[in-house]
């Protein structure tokens, strides 16, 4: 029999090896029971396209799936101002006369006196030093511009220039160490997510949230000139002259007009492009103004016919203004312009674009259908009139109606009135008269 002694020997050499079979039995238990804990749950399928194009999105300038826009919005809407302008109504002048004051008195109430009229509007800050761009309907005919900043401050700001063809202005205010917005600099497309930031209806800075709906937009008969940038982000009236950002908060366009039947918005929103913006913005600050080539002719779209093959394209020449570069160039009425500059002209809308983004004295070579011949015309540009010298008409003179022949001249001229005032004037208390 064995001793005792080496049995002790044998069971603490095979202890080790128990040992090691006990601790694998317990760890593949262990490892059995969390692997069936692990085992994932349904999940509905996933298109593997989109995750791809997802996991890229930075490379294509796309916004990355987010869950709040707060970065961009904190990012721009230090630079979106909120715009208060004043307007003083004049005195009535019929006030100062004490026999019509009496007379308004007795037959109806006085005219209306003195008040102040107050509009609001936004604006975004362009440069440090304190400009802002903002609508040019939005300042119009304003005596007093004050600025509202996103820190509480008010400043007073000055006009440095307007121009109404593209609704665009560019204020100043006494101020540094601004933050201006960036421009993005790649093109907005549709789809993209759209931020609107003004201050609608006088509440306050407010952001709406939207997408690109469409780009280009033009023959809406808002402005002269017009590309705009289509949004379905709510604006409304406040809104104008506010900032249009993308979901990174750089500047894409400015909000300046919305399609609505109820005064409010309805999903169809309108902003000018940072491309023309930039374009207008550098001409005020450095020329007070913007200067555009200019033809000097009225032209219409040639209707396309869809039955038609080879139907017939450009614009047609309806009038020539006397001594413009079109009447100096030899273009003639009936005209159709082709193309410029080998551009194919399209449309009305895409020839006043391309030849208002021309400087004067640049040369287009042109190329019209007269008849039934190809003609090709060099035209050199002038500077396109400013909208007051091209739309002021000479006013024909108003006649004061005449009195009753047994009807005395109770009330004089009053001094300083218009004549267009005075008829107005003789004109009520005729009525009036004749009424009572």
């Known amino acids: 029999m064995p001793s005792s002694s080496s049995q002790s020997s044998f069971f603490w050499k095979l202890l080790p090896w128990l040992l090691l079979v006990i601790v694998l039995v317990a760890f593949g238990w262990v490892y059995m029971g969390q692997k069936a804990q692990q085992q994932p749950i349904w999940q509905p ?35 979106v101002v909120n715009i208060y302008t004043t307007q003083k109504v004049r005195r009535n002048p019929y006030l100062d006369d004490p026999i019509l004051r009496r007379y308004f ?35 119009s005919k304003a005596d007093e511009i004050v600025v509202a900043f996103s820190d509480g401050r008010k400043s007073i700001a000055n006009v440095v220039g307007v121009d109404p063809d593209s609704d665009l202005a560019v204020i100043k205010v006494d101020m540094s160490g601004l933050t201006p917005l960036a421009f993005r600099e790649k093109p907005i497309e549709v789809g993209d997510v759209a931020l609107a930031i003004g201050n609608p209806f006088g509440v306050g800075q407010t952001v709406t949230q939207g997408i690109i709906s469409a780009t280009g937009r033009t023959g809406l008969g808002i402005n002269t000139f017009e590309d705009f940038i289509q949004t379905d982000a709510a604006i409304n009236p406040g809104n104008s002259g506010g900032a249009l950002v993308d979901a990174y908060g750089e500047l894409v366009g400015i909000n300046t007009a919305i ?33 555009r080539g200019w033809l000097g002719i009225e032209v219409k779209s040639q209707l396309r016919d869809p039955t038609k093959i080879d139907s017939s394209t450009g614009v047609e020449v309806l009038k020539i203004i006397p001594e413009s570069p079109a009447a100096v160039s030899g273009l003639e009425v009936g005209d159709i312009i082709l193309s410029i500059d080998g551009i194919e002209m399209t449309d009305a809308n895409r020839l006043i674009q391309y030849v208002a983004r021309k400087s004067p004295n640049t040369v287009l070579q042109t190329q019209v259908l007269r008849g039934h011949r190809d003609m090709d015309i060099d035209i050199t540009l002038a500077e396109r009139p400013s909208q007051n010298e091209r739309f002021i008409q000479p006013q024909p003179q108003l006649q004061s109606p005449a009195l009753p022949p047994d009807h005395p001249q109770i009330f004089p001229n009053v001094e300083g009135l218009s004549e267009e005032e005075q008829a107005l004037l003789n004109e009520e208390v005729l009525r009036l008269f004749r009424n009572h």
């Open 45 to 79: 399928p996933r298109n593997e396209q989109t995750s791809a194009n997802l996991s890229i999105s930075s490379s294509r300038d796309k916004p990355e799936p987010i869950s709040s826009y707060h970065d961009a919005v904190a990012k721009a809407s230090h630079s």
């Open 259 to 291: 399609f609505s039947r109820s005064g409010g918005s309805m999903g169809i929103g309108f902003a000018i492009p940072t491309a023309l913006v930039e374009q207008v913005m550098n001409a005020i600050i450095q020329d007070g103004k913007v200067s």
């Open 105 to 139: 008195e007795f037959n109806g109430g006085l005219p209306q006196q003195d008040h102040g009229s107050t509009n609001l509007g936004s604006g975004v800050i362009v440069s440090p030093d304190g400009y802002i761009v903002t609508n040019a309907h939005v300042i």
